[in-house]
């Protein structure tokens, strides 16, 4: 539909009304898609608007805390009757700001109520909300503000707004900049206040038109690839998108209305956390607590065990870290501790194992080893309410689940991307297996395309989930989505005969030798951390070469300040040089080492995972450790901590190249 069209008179029965179409895909942001609605079941689902999920949480629970964030040490909340309020109070600003139908605002910042009102707001006044990542440079901030034809752009702070006010005359669509942390030192900058105060004053009736063009197979919200395959790509999602897929999964996981409660920490601008902290949260009724901004450095620990949250999604490495602390906090305590830890970690893998064969009956010493240890490691972590533990964005470690797993903590994986606004399958308390993604949930439909004696191929999805399309990009939504409606992922996987679904590498990552043998390097990658505990990243190579060579960093301390990886090694990754005779504090001390035991201990692992390959081609002939490990701050990881392969090509050419010399 062109923006004409939108002030047609037919179209006056928003924001739940549907424009015809026929199309199941578009790459135009005025367009409009035919729903994949079914007959029964969850597919069946009446539409509705994200405008209408919002107010029909208002009038559910009206008096339930929406969400609450601390400030100078005080938690402040927001009722749903309220957050409601507030979010027809900024619409209206954002209206008399001059914002267009099918215009973008942009919001940058950490997570907090301004952004979650800000990206709701935008979708009331007939805009489209666009969430930019903290880390984006100037550069990629104005990709996205000149792909959305932003007219408001929010900013956190001052730091966000510098890089604004750089690329600000490359923004002819841009008008109005918004800061709503602190007051703005700068000239034409308007604060939180001034927006509030300016949306009070405006009267209903022009909200109320634009409530009324709003069309639920229209886009609503535009989600930025984060560029680890290259230029971002604006993804974008229809209100039905957002709101069927908060439905169905609320109801597949179970959660509780009034009773859940999840901390919000992980990039808003990414649709993993817009899905679970908005959508998800706001259909259950629940309480989403914001994080500070230092959460994923060293706060969330403290946040974790004051909020005690029902559900708990984090990316790897947040899995990662706190499996590392408690084991070195379990390392620190006497042998007798260390011995009761160890053997009722045994009965709760025993309980997992069995639980994964759906076998519900706990070995027989499962109380004691739950009273004793269980209870107070999640209480320790701030986890003993929580029913829901979450893996997403990127592959774990088995090592890492089947810690937690032995603690009777159910870490599950979820499989998903933006173009399936957000999960696709997932891992549940009762149906899960370690290293898939967990089952399709009713609605949602998996398969795997293959000719693979095997079965890996790549893996096709479909539902009411889907992306619309690409903004402006009409040859990649055609690519991406044929015309039966399945979405190409690119991803290569495999669903086994209980239909759980493994994803083992990504088609575009595919390393094709030199012989024409074609691997998948994540599980390589994978075994190769599995044998060498010191190692944090590592990256195949091989494309196009003779043989495969490997990139590794070590695990270090985290600067808290800028997130950047320090040199020191971290406690156990001393330890584990010690254990092979090597007294290193450092990497350059690694680095610097002429200890034939370093160099041994590497080789052996390396030689471990070879084992396992199933052809020499897979084996790893050469290996090299990096000066520093791979960070977001180092670019080599994108926002979510997805490997960003071309970066770490370019960046370590000289490495690679000795390699092959």
């Given at each position: ?42 597919l069946a689902r009446t539409p509705i608007s994200v405008p209408s ?82 880390t984006n440079s100037p550069e990629a901030c104005a990709h996205c ?517």
């Open positions: 539909m062109s923006e004409s069209a939108y002030h047609q008179p037919e179209f006056l029965n928003g924001p739940d009304q549907l424009i015809p179409s026929d199309n199941l895909k578009t790459w135009e942001l005025t367009g409009s898609v035919k729903l994949r609605i079914g007959d029964e079941g969850v999920f919002l107010i029909r949480s208002a009038e559910k629970y009206p008096l339930v805390t929406a969400m609450a964030v601390k400030r100078n040490g005080v938690w402040r909340e927001t009722t749903y009757k309220d957050y409601y309020e507030q979010v027809r109070t900024v619409a209206k600003a954002f209206i008399k700001l001059g914002l267009k139908p099918f215009h973008g605002v942009c919001i940058h910042g950490f997570n907090s109520p301004e952004w979650f009102i800000s990206n709701l707001a935008a979708i009331f006044a007939g805009g489209v909300s666009v969430g930019v990542y903290t503000a000149q792909t959305s034809k932003a007219q408001i752009y929010v900013v956190e702070d001052q730091k966000q707004l510098e890089k604004i006010l750089r690329i600000r005359e490359d923004l002819p669509f841009l008008h109005t900049v918004i800061q709503y942390s602190g007051k703005p030192t700068v000239k034409g900058i308007l604060s939180w206040d001034e927006v509030m105060k300016l949306g009070r004053q405006q009267p209903d009736t022009e909200l109320e038109e634009k409530l009324r063009r709003i069309a639920i197979n229209q886009c609503c919200t535009l989600i930025f690839s984060s560029g680890t395959t290259g230029p971002p790509k604006g993804v974008m999602l229809s209100h039905d998108n957002l709101t069927w897929t908060a439905h169905a999964n609320s109801v597949n996981i179970d959660l509780v209305p009034e009773k859940e409660s999840i901390i919000s920490f992980l990039p808003l601008s990414h649709i993993a956390a817009q899905m679970a902290d908005i959508y998800i949260c706001m259909y259950a009724g629940g309480t989403c607590y914001f994080a500070q901004p230092d959460a994923l450095k060293e706060s969330l620990g403290a946040t974790l065990k004051e909020v005690r949250p029902t559900v708990m999604i984090g990316v790897p490495r947040v899995w990662e870290k706190i499996y590392e602390k408690m084991t070195e906090a379990v390392q620190n305590t006497v042998i007798v501790k260390r011995l009761i830890i160890s053997w009722a970690r045994s009965i709760g893998l025993a309980a997992h194992e069995r639980r994964q064969l759906q076998n519900f009956r706990k070995p027989l010493c499962f109380p004691i080893a739950n009273a004793i240890v269980f209870k107070k490691a999640k209480s320790a972590l701030g986890l003993d309410r929580c029913n829901v533990f979450i893996s997403a964005a990127a592959p774990i470690s088995p090592d890492v689940v089947n810690y937690f797993h032995s603690l009777d903590i159910t870490l599950t994986e979820v499989y998903g991307m933006s173009e399936s606004s957000g999960p696709h399958t997932i891992g549940l308390l009762n149906a899960f297996k370690t290293g898939s993604c967990g089952l399709t949930p009713p609605g949602f439909s998996t398969r795997v395309f293959t000719d693979d004696e095997d079965g890996y191929g790549e893996v096709y999805l479909t539902g009411r989930n889907i992306t619309m399309g690409y903004l402006n990009m009409r040859k990649e939504t055609n690519e991406a989505i044929d015309d039966e409606g399945w979405l190409h992922t690119g991803d290569i996987g495999r669903v086994d005969e209980h239909n759980f679904l493994y994803i083992t590498g990504r088609l575009k990552e595919i390393i094709i030798t030199a012989g024409g043998e074609n691997i998948a390097p994540e599980p390589i990658e994978a075994k190769v951390k599995a044998e060498l505990p010191c190692i944090s990243q590592c990256m195949l190579i091989g494309d196009k070469r003779k043989f495969l060579s490997i990139l590794l960093t070590l695990k270090t301390d985290i600067d808290a300040e800028n997130g950047e990886p320090l040199d020191t090694l971290t406690p156990l990754t001393q330890e584990w040089f010690r254990n092979i005779g090597a007294q290193v504090q450092t990497v350059q001390q690694v680095l610097m080492s002429s200890s034939e035991n370093v160099t041994r201990a590497i080789y052996e692992g390396i030689e471990r995972a070879n084992k396992l390959a199933i052809s020499n081609a897979q084996r790893i002939r050469k290996w090299a450790i990096l000066p520093k490990d791979f960070s977001q701050r180092g670019d080599e990881l994108g926002p979510t901590s997805k490997l960003k392969r071309h970066i770490v090509l370019q960046k370590y050419s000289d490495v690679i190249e000795k390699f092959y010399e």
